[in-house]
């Protein structure tokens, strides 16, 4: 029997997001135990242990819906950023609050801007939304603020930025950000995506939450999937103008961020000393990537983040060899990779398998 629900034709077009390679997977498939996922900027040191230990006390309340409010961890926020409560918005992940700020906001036509390439939920989001994607080129692997500035038209709805952006690991100043608020209408909605907001080490790039008292159109979403170490769990964060906030209460599932996520993002911002080694080993290890690639005559793109861009002649060969000895990395289209930094032993055996295949690539020409 054929299935003549008539679907909507936008939704059956999606693209489907494509997740890095699952570790068990490939070691099922080349038969091997030791497998290393660098792939989809995960922390390789996972969330604070005492994270880990709350956990275990909230096993005896899984029958029970979580606090719908997520009363806690929003006060906990709330006194961390200094802002309101009724600014903060909880997502499962904040990929949950990318899609649901589009569906507040977007009407079939109206226009979207982000960059090219930048997080690939944000056209999946427009298309949700019948909106037109206005994929903007990126200018030395930055997001390029003047070409966002052009490119608003009476239709544009909702504008993602992705800073710092997602596959290259550059940022743009804040100075930029604002400079771009002050020329973008105060009808659109403008949509700082700051998930690797806590590597980035540059000062000009801080303040984006200040901002937000002379803009009301800024949102700022943060994530609890990488520097804490929560991905699994799914907990992100939105600060934005009370008015909005209120629509997204009422737009969300009622119990939208389950109570572990709560209860561990709670947890996770008062271990400053998981926080202080995560970002210590990142540092080192995103440096031992970008030296050993230049060592090889490389040109990984200097990064603030946990991941590190680098153009290739032939990224899927390269993908492909890489997985056939165990280590999954990120094709980014044809010409690039991008690779998380890892433990120790993970970026090492990375460097050391990608220098090899290298040489041997470099030996046949
Ligand atoms: C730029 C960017 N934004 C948002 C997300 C979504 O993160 P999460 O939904 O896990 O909070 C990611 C995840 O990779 C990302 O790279």
């Known amino acids: 029997m054929s299935f003549s629900v008539p679907l909507r034709q936008n939704l059956v077009a999606l693209k489907a997001y494509v997740p890095g390679k699952p570790v068990e997977e490939l ?38 819906y979580p606090d719908g409010s997520a009363h806690q961890l929003t006060q906990v926020l709330s006194d961390a950023l200094s802002v309101p409560i009724n600014c903060l918005m909880i997502g499962s992940g904040s990929n949950e609050l990318l899609i649901l700020l589009a569906q507040m906001v977007l009407n079939p036509g109206d226009e979207v801007i982000f960059a090219d390439p930048s997080f690939v939920v944000y056209p ?36 993602y930025i992705c800073n710092p952006n997602n596959p290259t690991g550059t940022f743009v100043p804040l100075l930029a950000i604002e400079a ?24 000009n ?31 992100g964060y939105g600060v934005g103008h009370p008015d909005l906030v209120a629509v997204y209460q009422k737009t969300r599932q009622p119990f939208n961020v389950n109570s572990m996520a709560l209860a561990a993002a709670v947890e996770a911002l008062q271990d400053k000393d998981h926080l202080g ?13 970008t030296e050993g690639l230049t060592k090889l005559g490389l040109k990984p793109v200097p990064s603030q983040t946990n991941f590190v861009y680098f153009e290739v002649p032939d990224a899927p060969k390269l993908y492909d060899q890489l997985l056939h000895r165990g280590v999954i990395v990120r094709p980014m289209g044809p010409k690039a990779l991008r690779v998380t930094t890892g433990t120790v032993e993970e970026t090492e055996r990375f460097l050391k398998e990608f220098e090899s295949i290298h040489s041997k690539a470099g030996a046949k020409t």
């Open 180 to 203: 771009f608020l002050k020329i973008c209408p105060s009808n659109i909605l403008v949509v700082l995506d700051e998930a690797y907001y806590e590597y980035v080490e540059e000062k």
């Open 277 to 289: 080694k995560v970002l210590d080993l990142n540092k080192k290890m995103r440096t031992k990537i």
């Open 205 to 235: 790039y801080l303040g984006s939450i200040q901002l937000m008292r002379s803009y009301p159109n800024l949102v700022v979403l943060r994530t609890f999937s990488k520097v804490y170490g929560l991905a699994g769990l799914r907990v």
């Open 124 to 159: 999946l989001a427009a298309q949700l939304f019948e909106a037109v994607s206005r994929a903007l080129p990126l200018r030395d692997f930055k997001l390029d603020m003047a070409a966002f500035a052009n490119a608003l038209t009476p239709k544009t709805k909702l504008v």
């Open 27 to 64: 070691e099922r498939e080349l038969g091997i135990k030791n497998a290393s996922k660098i792939a989809s900027n995960e922390n390789p040191l996972g969330p604070s242990p005492k994270v880990l230990d709350k956990l275990k006390g909230q096993l005896s309340q899984l029958s029970r």
